[in-house]
């Protein structure tokens, strides 16, 4: 596997779990191929199966906007992916063994992209990815060490959608939080880079 691209092309076909029967089309990931941010939520919903985008409905609506108003960025200045990559029927959540079975792509995203910080987008991507028993209100509001970054959970944006008490002022601080924890990274970085 040579790059990104080809990674995409690959899983564009992928069979792997019982998720492929209902799909329209895998939906793997869009963004900077090298971006020091990356988003991650738990599943495409129906919007995202027929565009073959991630976030694109009115969630990821939400999404663009914060990330503009509370980080100055854009989805192209990061990458926006899900734990699985194709619709669960009904939107329903993604099962653990479909996580499981699909988990090796987001593994080789994260190693060809190699984000400084991960933001966790709701219950599911939050416990999934740290392996912890607690629900997002306990999670969120701190950053933790995972995997040589940093991981920053917050709400999904559709809980802020629904009016989850405090999800939409919940959310725009954690976004502030995953900043701040991207410039101390990158920063780092830079430095160690520099000698
Ligand atoms: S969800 Fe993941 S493992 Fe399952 S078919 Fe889609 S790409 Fe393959």
């Known amino acids: 596997m040579s790059d990104l691209a080809a990674l995409a092309t690959e899983a564009a076909s992928c069979t792997r779990c019982r ?6 089309q895998v939906v793997f990931g869009t963004g ?3 971006a020091d941010l990356l ?3 738990e599943g495409p919903g129906a919007d995202e199966d027929v565009a073959g985008l991630p976030f694109v409905g009115r969630s990821g609506k939400l999404l663009d906007r914060m990330m503009a108003e509370e980080m ?7 990458y926006i992916a899900n734990m699985v990559k194709c619709r669960p029927p009904g939107n329903r959540d993604p099962r653990p063994d479909e996580m499981a079975t699909c988990r090796p792509w987001l593994d080789a995203q994260l190693e060809h992209i190699d984000p400084r910080v991960v933001v966790t987008l709701g219950n599911v991507a939050t416990r999934t ?5 607690e629900g997002i209100t306990r999670l969120r509001g701190q950053a933790y ?8 959970p917050t709400y999904h944006p559709s809980a802020a959608l629904r009016g989850t008490l405090g999800a939409m002022a919940a ?6 939080r995953a900043k701040q924890a991207l410039e101390r990274a990158t920063s780092v970085t830079i ?3 520099g000698g």
């Open 39 to 41: 988003f991650l939520g």
């Open 19 to 24: 998720l492929a029967e209902g799909r329209t």
């Open 72 to 78: 100055g960025l854009t989805r192209a200045d990061c």
């Open 191 to 193: 430095r160690s880079r």
């Open 129 to 133: 990815l740290l392996g912890r028993p």
């Open 171 to 176: 959310m725009r601080a954690d976004l502030v």
């Open 32 to 34: 900077h191929p090298s």
């Open 145 to 152: 060490p995972w995997d040589g970054r940093v991981v920053v």
